[in-house]
């Protein structure tokens, strides 16, 4: 047995006008459509839905129910409620007036990339639930692959299933030393690798493009010692712990105080890589992150 919810609902309104002809008006359709879909109903049903004994279905009493009927308006009733709810929850998600959104990105696009943007998303719309989970590339990609996350943006190549990587910006790379270290006056690609050199946990982006960067200039690390963070690694490197490759948007504020310099070395000693904006293939934007992207577009 099937319910035909066409059939429900011209069955709710005529209990509701307490008339065929009225509920045809509301309804847009012929009296004649209404008395046979009603019967088409009971049909399907196999119950009698409206009392029409003595002639009183639609009369002075109005509509008279059967007990079967009484049940069904009853049931009608909550169907066509929940409807509602529904359809308000997602205007409402149109609107952005509700919803959630969940960004990832890695870390240095989270500190120094998204921030003015998540401040300006989540005053224009405090009705949705903003979320930003931060890792290295790979933490992050995994997020978006296993649907953890609605949009990813990260610093490193990805090439996974499912997910479409779009280069989204440009991040300039420097090689930095403390500023009195003797290799900072007169660097030689000869001498760096002899040096310790601070480098990011496996798996995180700028790593990635640390590694390129010292194989384009030949560079083999006799020492690497690993810190989870950029910016503890610019601290490292201000206090003489080693050289490093860095975004240059970590350092410039220690550049600036004269506590790191760029290193001069010959050969692409400053590099530019591409972060990238990870979505799920063929998985539709919602109202929020559709927002969202333009906001980020904007800054």
């Known amino acids: ?49 409206i009392d029409r004994g003595s002639g009183v279905a639609g009369g002075a009493r109005g509509i008279v129910l059967t007990d079967s009927g009484r049940a069904l308006y009853e049931h009608a009733r909550g169907i066509f409620a929940m409807e509602r709810v529904a359809l308000e929850d997602i205007r ?33 719309h405090p009705q949705i639930e903003f979320e930003l989970k931060v890792g290295n590339t790979d933490g992050i990609s995994r997020l978006i692959q296993d649907g953890q996350i609605d949009v990813a943006f990260v610093e490193g190549q990805v090439d996974i299933a499912g ?53 384009a200039l030949g560079v083999s690390p006799a020492l690497r010692i690993e810190i989870g963070s950029n910016e503890a690694i610019a601290q490292a490197v201000a206090c003489g712990a080693g050289i490093a490759v860095l975004p240059a948007v970590v350092v ?39 927002a969202f992207l333009q906001q980020i577009a904007s800054v």
């Open 92 to 124: 409402d998600r149109v609107e952005l007036r509700r919803g959630r959104l969940r960004v990832g990105a890695s870390t240095t696009v989270a500190a120094y990339c998204l921030s003015d943007a998540v401040s300006r998303f989540t005053r224009r």
């Open 1 to 49: 047995m099937r319910l035909n919810l066409h059939l429900l609902r011209m069955f709710r309104v005529v209990v509701e006008q307490q008339s065929f002809s009225r509920a045809a008006a509301v309804l847009c359709v012929s009296q004649p459509a209404v008395s046979k879909g009603i019967r088409e109903l009971e049909s399907q049903l196999d119950l009698p839905l």
């Open 163 to 215: 997910v479409v990587a779009t280069p989204w910006r440009q991040d300039p790379l420097q090689i930095v030393a403390a500023a009195d270290a003797p290799l900072a006056r007169a660097p030689r690609a000869a001498a760096l690798s002899a040096e310790p050199w601070l480098v990011r946990e496996p798996g995180s982006g700028t790593r990635q493009a640390a590694e390129a960067l010292l194989s």
């Open 252 to 290: 410039a504020d220690l550049v600036a105080i004269g506590r790191v310099r760029v290193l001069k070395v010959p050969g692409p000693a400053q590099s530019v890589r591409p972060l990238y904006r990870l979505e799920l293939n063929n998985r539709p934007r919602t109202p929020a992150l559709t």
